[in-house]
T-cell receptor, first 114, second 116 residues
């Protein structure tokens, strides 16, 4: 079964600074990979997803993520963080074939200082 | 599209009472998921349906929890009797996997349940 680890529970950055949120997965083959964002009091919203092809994936709100097979990672990046990016970020991994049901990480809480 | 609709948004009840959470998935989606989110355990998948049929309910914590999907546009999650440890945010999500690709899960806004 697949699993995903988000090693950082909290990340604090200053507005305008760059951001990288870490995600490591465990799966025997190339997985499907997702990043979701949850703003306070809201449901989860998809930022981006990787299925195949180009390992650098562009998403909404200026986010991107890079799939690195050798490191089993799918880190989320943004070159310049805005105060509105403060939220909880979830990485998820889905297995190819079978149920396609993704497994979610525990989440990383992003705090943005003015 | 209105997205996934959940009701109520907030529910406060007393221990021992029955609680029913409701979900309307996005029209045309054939998968529906119920999740529970707590600080201690994160986001947990409770059960999911495909074409109104429960496929995997291994995440349902105990017999006090039950879920139904009588038609493609409506699902309920029921807790009877409720206990304080059931306090959490419950999310419903829907998706429509097509071909070899797994589609995005679209989440509702959640129901915040407080059991006193």
């Amino acid at each position: 079964a697949q699993s995903v680890t988000q090693p950082d529970i909290h990340i604090t950055v200053s507005e305008g600074a760059s951001l990288e949120l870490r995600c490591n997965y465990s799966y025997g083959a190339t997985p499907y990979l997702f990043w979701y964002v949850q703003s306070p009091g809201q449901g989860l919203q998809l930022l981006l997803k990787y299925f195949s092809g180009d390992t650098l994936v562009q998403g909404i709100k200026g986010f991107e993520a890079e799939f690195k097979r050798s490191q089993s990672s799918f880190n989320l990046r943004k070159p310049s963080v805005h105060w509105s990016d403060a939220a909880e970020y979830f990485c998820a991994v889905g297995a190819r074939g079978g149920s396609y049901i993704p497994t979610f990480g525990r989440g990383t809480s992003l705090i943005v200082h003015p | 599209d209105a997205g996934v609709i959940q009701s109520p948004r907030h529910e406060v009840t007393e221990m021992g009472q029955e609680v029913t959470l409701r979900c309307k998935p996005i029209s045309g989606h054939d998968y529906l998921f119920w999740y529970r989110q707590t600080m201690m355990r994160g986001l947990e998948l409770l059960i999911y349906f495909n074409n109104n049929v429960p496929i995997d309910d291994s995440g349902m914590p105990e017999d006090r929890f039950s879920a139904k999907m009588p038609n493609a546009s409506f699902s309920t999650l029921k807790i009877q009797p409720s206990e304080p440890r059931d306090s959490a945010v419950y999310f419903c999500a829907s998706s429509s996997p097509t071909g070899a690709l797994t589609d995005t899960q679209y989440f509702g806004p959640g129901t915040r349940l407080t059991v006193l």
